[in-house]
């Protein structure tokens, strides 16, 4: 079964740290491009950041320099280290896997969410 299983949100006051966890099985992960999006209420979802399946990353703007994607292949997990919370992070958080099928073909998986409140 494929699956994207998301960790670690919670409650935080601004400026406090938080680290989400994704946890998947069911598909080649080390071969997977791995990310965290976002949604806030009344926006749309839009990519927070991602890691290729070589290594490389890519953040929006808003978060660059206070979030962290990284990812341990042998445990089949994405993290996203999150500093310096802002209100404006506050957000349902969704991990992405976007790879290929076994016998060819793209494969796009996505976890149910975990909510993240940033508040005083």
């Known amino acids: 079964q494929v699956q994207l299983v998301e960790s670690g949100g919670g409650l935080v006051q601004p400026g406090g740290s938080l680290r989400l966890s994704c946890v998947a099985s069911?598909?080649?992960?080390?071969?997977?491009?791995m990310g965290w999006y976002r949604q806030a209420p009344g926006k749309q979802r839009e990519l927070v950041a991602v890691?290729?399946?070589?290594?490389?990353?890519n953040y929006t703007d808003s978060v660059k320099g206070r979030f962290t994607i990284s990812r341990d292949n042998a445990k089949s997990t994405v993290y996203l280290q999150m500093n310096s919370l802002k209100p404006e992070d506050t957000a349902v958080y969704y991990c992405?896997?976007?790879?290929?099928?076994?016998?060819?073909?793209?494969?796009?998986?996505w976890g149910p969410g975990t909510l993240v409140t940033v508040s005083s």
């Open positions: 992405h896997a976007q790879g290929v099928r076994p016998g060819g073909g793209s494969r796009e998986v």
């Open positions: 069911g598909i080649m992960f080390s071969r997977y491009a």
């Open positions: 890691m290729s399946s070589g290594g490389n990353t």
